[in-house]
């Protein structure tokens, strides 16, 4: 089932694509030449967010700082290379989930905003190569997380690869719980 999840995961990728266009070159060129205010050829951390949302990106502060951890060399700053390399990621990422908002459009035509398990069973039945119906069953079974038969946005993304959302698909019930709990509280009180 692994290699059925990668496998759609890789043919996602594959229609997505790698490729820097000449104008993404040009933005990131520009981004990065404005921050390197020395012309040194490197750009401080410190002015790595103002570059990419200079170039187009919006990234919270928390993803600079994931983004710097993982690329932190020990110089403070990072290189033209270096910064197309992050927007390169950063634009993978965001087209990947758009990816998967589009196909997941594809399938939704409920007014929920779901697909039937028995969709997704009959697609990747069609698809070309063996998939067996009960890969195909155990598939869903792992990411019908709360067993109603329908496959969310959230629980599609699993199917395809992605991190799981952490925002819960039916937040109601958890807030009805805390209402009950404040209700028995005030019950309580004399």
Avoid at 31 to 45: T, V
Avoid at 73 to 82: A, I, R, S, V
Avoid at 103 to 120: L, Y
Avoid at 172 to 186: G, I, R, V, Y
Wanted: aromatic share 8%; glycine share 6%.
């Amino acid at each position: 089932m692994k290699a059925l999840i990668l496998d759609l995961h890789k043919n996602l990728r594959e229609i997505l694509g790698d490729k820097l266009d000449p104008e993404e070159y040009k933005a990131y060129r520009d981004s990065f030449e404005a921050f390197d205010w020395n012309s040194s050829g490197r750009i401080s951390y410190g002015s790595l967010q103002a570059a990419m949302r200079r170039a187009g990106h919006n990234p919270t502060d928390i993803e600079v700082l994931d983004i710097i951890n993982k690329i932190d060399n020990e110089t403070g700053g990072l290189d033209f290379e270096e910064f197309c390399y992050v927007m390169q990621d950063i634009s993978k990422d965001e087209d990947l989930e758009t990816g998967y908002k589009e196909t997941f459009r594809v399938f939704s035509k409920d007014e929920e905003g779901c697909i039937p398990a028995e969709e997704i069973k009959f697609v990747l039945m069609h698809l070309p190569g063996k998939i067996t119906y009960k890969e195909i069953d155990e598939m869903i079974n792992t990411v019908d997380k709360n067993q109603d038969g329908k496959i969310s946005y959230s629980e599609f993304r699993v199917m395809l690869g992605a991190v799981p959302l952490l925002i819960p698909d039916n937040p109601m019930p958890a807030k009805q719980e805390m209402a009950k709990e404040k209700e028995l509280e005030n019950s309580q009180k004399p």
